[in-house]
């Protein structure tokens, strides 16, 4: 369901993203995990088509990020970093205004409000304006927005962040009851939500894949825990680049 093929992408002379390849297939979680500038929110955004690669593409549900980004848009649901939304509007608004921009109409969108407003817990903000949220509330607003239409591709850049401890595992539950049927990227910087959601996890340290294996296999390998195997997985490399 996802096929990424040598993605690339500078920033002048920043290599954000080095040539990378791997594939994700339904019922996957891939957990995106690396330390900060490794690149994972600009893999992620051009996978979503918000950045363009600068050689290299990839396929999500069969469509061509660079030469069919539409049809990308349309089979996937993408929850930025810092999920964008429009402070002056109600979440009702927010949402309403997503179903136009998806023309999710009539009953389809009675059904998919019906369906997500419980799924991402946000009835008591329903009528609130956006800016009045806490974070925790706004993240949920930002996942309800990306899971509206129902799709089978699910990008999702650090889903947790901002969230409590029970709404984290709130929200870890809804991913993983959703993973059979989807094929979903997470990234974050949270080792344990690794093992809680991720059936497979890449490292990216300095644009380029460290690592690609399961949770389970890479605490194996590093003393049973998940924590040594990121510093070493991360930190060697560093080393060896100074
Ligand atoms: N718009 C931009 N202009 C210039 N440099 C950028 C831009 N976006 C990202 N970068 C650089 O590209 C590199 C990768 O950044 P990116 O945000 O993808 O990393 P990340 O792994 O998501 O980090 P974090 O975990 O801190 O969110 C960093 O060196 C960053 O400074």
Redesign the pocket.
Known sequence: MIKVDKLRRT??P?V??DSISFEVEQGEVLGFL??????????MKMLACFLEPDSGTAQINGYDIVKDPVNVRKSLGYLA?SAPAYGEMTVAGFLRFICDARQIKGADRKKALERIVPMCSIESVYHQTIETLSKGYKRRVGLAQTLIHDPKVLILDEPTDGLDPNQKHEVRQLISKMAKDKCIIV?T?ILEEVEAVCSRTII?AN?QIRTDTTPKELKKEHNGSLDEAFRMITLNKVKSDN
């Open positions: 920033f002048g920043i954000a993203v690396g330390p900060n500038g490794a690149g994972k929110s600009t893999a970093e990234s910087h990216i644009g």
